[in-house]
């Protein structure tokens, strides 16, 4: 490539692209709002409309506009509905309802459900939505917000240039305790456990002094491995946005959290453990990324399927303790105390979800997921992201 090379940027194209792919991510962020709005709304029973004179009463996730609606309700549905946890709690970054205007599939998938103790857990997908593991932990939030991108963190935040090795999950957890017992979930514990087939595989991107930590989870099948986590974030607490530079699916560019980060949220009990308090029918979302690619595994389906299950643990409030929960996890452990909700991963819906990458490819995936605007911004961006390396690669002489 010679010095002289001049990036060929469409920026008419590529202006245009952006601007539809924003306007398409605020109208379904409109969208999902609207749906919250009409959901919490109506009555789930008789779906009698809520008025200001009289508000509908509300359960882990249901609203009723009186105590029989309530009551029969619970008995036809709820009841079993409720304990076995098949719905996640009202919440707009984490809906798996809700089906955008162009797009085939709900914009978050549920790859598994745990439940325990009157515990709950839903597993879904984060990171990006070309499906490619990322580069880095915690992407462009991991630089402090004042600093300025070095030009190796973008070159390693652009499709293509590398591949990446950091699978992003997303989990929804929340307390449908029938004992209303205080309960703290401690992000940083959860756990992500390779299947006997996978294994091997995900030791094969092993980083230099990365822990491997074998689980006897299956004794007849041997050890299989613990994955190694890269963080842990909590996102959401009760439906609103904490992490400030965290806005994942569905919220547009620059949206301001209603809490302003973590510490300042009251439930969070020890910030560095990511633990969280959750009273009966709280429920908190938590972005956790764990390393699992290598040489074969650089999108998120493939590392998917390796998996076998996750694990969330939580442990019983005590409001008089000012020990650590570093401390206070392991003794919960030896003493029996600790819930651990299991969430199998459900391969069939893996494989359903990512169908149209594997057939269609990245383009066509992201048009029947996101829609068509968006899937011309990512070309667009990635083009003009290409074009704009070889002009500074030619610079550089290479």
Sequence with gaps: MHRGYVPKVDTDALMAASNL???????GFEEKRAFAKEAKLSCDHCKKQETSGSPLQSCSRCRYCSRDCQVAHYKIIHKKACANFDDPPLCR?????????????PEVPIFGIGVSEGMGA???IGGSIDCRLATLPRGMRARPEDQTPSMGLLMAMTPGMTNGKYLALTIMVQNRSPKANPMVVIGKGIAAVASTRGTPIILQGKEPGEPSIMLDTYPHLGPVLGLAKA?????????????????GPGYPPNFKPQIKDPASCPAVKEASMCAVLLNVGEYAKFNIEFRAGGPNVTHDFQALELLA???????PYDPKTTESYTELLPRAADKGEVCEIRALIDQDAVDAWY????TKGERGYITSHYGEARANMVGEGVQAMAEMFKGLMGRMGG
Aim: glycine share 6%.
């Design 21 to 27: 792919g924003l306007a398409a991510i605020r109208a």
């Design 93 to 105: 970054s984490f809906n798996s309802k809700v089906i955008l205007p162009g797009c085939s599939y």
């Design 122 to 124: 839903w597993v879904s």
């Design 231 to 247: 963080s842990a974030e909590l996102t959401h607490f009760n439906g609103k946005l904490v992490s400030k530079n965290f806005n």
């Design 309 to 315: 299950h996750v694990i969330v643990p939580a442990i």
């Design 355 to 358: 169908t149209d990458f594997k």
